[in-house]
């Protein structure tokens, strides 16, 4: 099997480049078409990041996670929408998010602002997320993180504050020793 053979299969570019020619090869960069082919060639021949196949490759949920992973080590906010959009691709990005959340970053997945109630705000999402959060119940009552997100008692709980970070039955109950 000769080069022009291997070029029709850009699988196995990667191994080949990495493996026999021990350098970057040109030709089969041009033939990179695949999210996953561009990631190895990346991974296995270039070891570093490849700007130039950066769009093809958020192109793929698992792929797009892996790349953050190996290459960016933090989140890569131009392909969150479509890591989002496969479930165990955004579980595997989770700890790039986690990272720095921001209430946008997490409204793209219902698993994501489940995580973000339970781990961050420790408790009932924001107004905005929560109404969200019912669109997705209603988009698919069946959705795992959204019935998590409404079963649990300690995540419906609306946190309310008050001057000095007492609750209310502390500062009523302390007006009220006052009282008699």
């Known amino acids: 099997m000769g080069e022009p053979?291997?070029?029709?299969k850009p699988f196995l570019c990667a191994r080949y480049a990495?493996?026999?020619?021990?350098?970057?090869?040109?030709d089969a960069e041009k033939a990179m078409t695949s999210?996953?082919?561009?990631?190895?060639?990346?991974?296995?021949?270039?070891?570093r990041r490849w700007p130039r196949k950066?769009?093809?490759?958020?192109?793929?949920?698992?792929?797009?996670?892996?790349?953050a992973f190996t290459f960016l080590k933090c989140r890569w906010k131009e392909a969150e929408a479509t890591i989002a959009s496969d479930e165990s691709a955004a579980s595997r990005y989770l700890p790039l998010l986690i990272k720095s959340w921001t209430p946008a970053a997490v409204k793209r997945c219902p698993m994501w602002m489940y995580?973000?109630?339970a781990l961050h705000v420790k408790g009932r999402l924001p107004p905005s997320l929560h109404n969200r959060m019912l669109a997705a119940y209603v988009d698919d009552p069946n959705n795992i993180w959204v019935r998590r997100y409404f079963h649990s008692k300690k995540l419906q709980k609306v946190k309310t504050s008050t001057r000095a970070g007492r609750s209310r039955k502390a500062t009523r109950s302390r007006h009220s020793r006052g009282k008699a």
């Open 54 to 67: 950066e769009r093809l490759i958020r192109q793929d949920p698992r792929a797009a996670v892996a790349y």
């Open 5 to 8: 053979a291997i070029l029709t």
């Open 18 to 26: 990495s493996e026999v020619l021990k350098r970057r090869w040109p």
């Open 115 to 117: 995580s973000y109630a």
């Open 35 to 47: 999210p996953a082919d561009c990631f190895h060639y990346a991974t296995m021949v270039l070891k």
